[in-house]
């Protein structure tokens, strides 16, 4: 966030996103980050994969030739093909989720939370079967003649619970912005900026008015998009991480290896990394898989309730692939680049965001292994012996001249920290006041080496291979067709949303929200918009897993009349 020239109005704003941050982590400690969520997730998934008899095994080749269009009548309902609905619902799925996500998800719970990503897709992919099949089954025709489906109408419509119906719309509509939309323009603003110094504000506005031009022609014009794009950005993607990984083809088995070591026990320090518990890499895992593959979120049903077809058994199998090429194919591969470069343990420069940032008192030495415990114990729990720092820092030619301060950064201790003047660049001479471990860092910035994540962690992995300085431009790059789709297609998931409560002419103002919301995400704090999105994807989440649940009997009745009529 840009800072202002008046310290009072930017003490205000420093204590607000201050506050606002750890009311997000409050919600997510009961919410997406406590693991009750995580079994939740994963209990409806295994629960569904057992009581219809393994379908994401038994059905994987038939998936493959429905998509092709073998088995489905020219002349059926719908507004678009499998394949064109299968696009759009990756191109919702295939964006950050792939790059950043999983970058992410090593930076909380190390190698091990991949192992759980996994575990989130395999059963995710009768996940998206169940809820992709019963909302194209009770999907309607809007006032416009085009196809409206997701959870909201079967919870109406079948399990008659407008209420629980009405709120996953609006649980949509917030999940649009805060899950499809802020962090996939946040991403693609920091990534240009890193590697083109484009200002935040440029990627914000020229994209934001390619965004509004596209999504204003509604799906056929969304769907037309997708299906040109996600094909090309995955191939490209795909083959410059492949080329990443073969240039460390000697540490392919070691990450695979580590991956499964720490399942159950906690990643152990490594480097930079200060080490992960299993609760850690267990939520985090889980939590990234359902952001990444949007599997039980219900999000996708809705994309797939546009396509053509007789019966819904057929789009809900086409969807079961979804999870398999997007996580367990495209997230795997990024894993794969992030652990055998072994970026992940290592600490970068790079400038400190204030939702990151901490002071905390006492001189902590990572390389004493009581002050390392302390400091993991903290990080993990906020428990220990470790206190934030309150008071002045004096601060000469750019350093802190306290010796019994320790400053955090990205869950790491941050070194050679530096404090510049964000009006000539100088290094910075004065005092900072520091309340609870928050510094003011009003007109100066505060720069260093730490742990990276999300987006800078892969393009530093792709620097590492023969493209070298040229890596992270083709992630930059690649990063802009996979965040910029994904925010295409979830505008669309929003509009059926706001089409269920309120009608078709509340559309434009919708879609007009939408782009300004998308400008504005260029320029927010990147670890404050992924606090948003933890959050509300999770409300978006909770009534469709109830609703499919309930739903049993019915999923396994649709299933077996569809493969006893077309074996």
């Known amino acids: 966030m840009k800072e202002t020239n008046d310290p009072t109005i930017q003490d205000a704003i420093n204590k607000f996103l201050s506050i606002f941050g750890d009311f997000l ?15 939740a997730l994963l209990g409806v998934g295994v629960w569904f994969t057992l009581y219809l008899g393994l379908p994401q095994l038994r059905h994987f080749p038939r998936a493959w030739r429905i998509l092709a269009g073998k088995e489905t009548p020219a002349d059926s309902p719908g507004d678009t093909t499998h394949f064109q609905a299968l696009s759009t619902a990756l191109s919702g799925t295939v964006g950050t989720g792939n790059i950043a996500g999983v970058a992410l998800a090593i930076f909380w719970g190390g190698p091990a939370a991949i192992f759980w990503m996994w575990a989130t897709a395999f059963v995710g992919m009768t996940t998206k079967f169940v809820e992709v099949t019963l909302s194209h089954k009770y999907r309607i025709k809007d006032d416009k003649g085009e196809m409206a489906g997701g959870p909201m109408f079967y919870m109406e419509r079948r399990l008659n619970l407008k209420w629980l119906a009405v709120i996953f719309a609006v649980a949509t509509i917030f999940c649009t912005l805060g899950s499809g939309n802020l ?83 906690g990643t152990a320090a490594v480097g930079g990394f200060l080490g992960a518990s299993f609760a850690l890499a267990f939520t985090k895992g889980v939590g990234r898989g359902l952001f990444s593959n949007e599997a039980g979120q219900g999000s996708a049903p809705i994309a797939h309730a546009s396509a053509k077809g007789e019966s819904p058994v057929s789009e809900g199998l086409v969807s079961l692939l979804e999870p398999f090429i997007d996580t367990l194919v495209i997230c795997t591969i990024t894993a794969l680049v992030i652990l055998a470069s072994g970026v992940w343990t290592q600490k970068y420069e790079n400038d400190f965001e204030l939702s990151s940032l901490e002071i905390v008192q006492g001189s902590i030495d990572v390389n004493d292994d009581a002050d390392k415990s302390e400091l993991v114990l903290y990080l993990n729990s906020n428990k220990g012996d470790i206190e934030s720092f309150d008071g002045v820092l004096t601060v000469a030619d750019g350093v802190i001249q306290e010796d019994d301060v320790t400053v955090i950064h990205n869950r790491s201790v941050a070194e050679d920290v530096k404090i510049y003047s964000t009006e000539d660049g100088t290094a910075f001479s004065g005092e900072i006041t520091v309340v609870e471990g928050l510094p003011n860092l009003h007109k100066v910035e505060m720069k260093g080496k730490s742990l990276i994540h999300s987006v800078p962690l892969t393009a530093e992995a792709f620097r590492t291979s023969i493209f070298g300085d040229f890596g992270p431009h083709i992630v930059s790059l690649t990063l802009v067709f996979f965040a910029f789709t994904t925010a295409v297609a979830w505008s669309y998931y929003g509009d059926r949303a706001i089409v269920y409560l309120f009608g078709v002419k509340y559309l434009l103002a919708y879609r007009m929200a939408y782009t300004v919301m998308f400008f504005i995400g260029a320029l927010l704090d990147t670890t404050l918009v992924w606090k948003i999105s933890a959050v509300t994807l999770i409300f978006m989440a909770l009534p469709n897993l109830v609703g499919i649940t309930l739903l049993s009997k019915e999923m396994k009745s649709t299933t077996r009349e569809f493969f006893t009529k077309s074996p």
Do not use: C
């Open 183 to 265: 962090p996939q323009i946040n991403s693609i603003a920091k990534g240009l900026g890193t590697s083109f110094s484009i200002p935040y504000w440029t990627t914000g506005l020229v994209l934001a008015i390619i965004l509004g031009l596209i999504i204003i022609g509604g799906i056929k014009r969304i769907a037309t998009f997708a299906s040109s794009v996600v094909p090309f950005m995955g191939t490209v993607y795909v083959i410059g991480a492949i080329t990443v990984i073969v240039t460390h083809y000697d540490q392919i088995l070691p990450s695979l290896g580590s991956i499964f070591s720490y399942v159950f026990s």
């Open 25 to 39: 982590d409050l919600l997510d400690g009961f919410l997406g980050g406590h693991p009750w969520f995580a079994f």
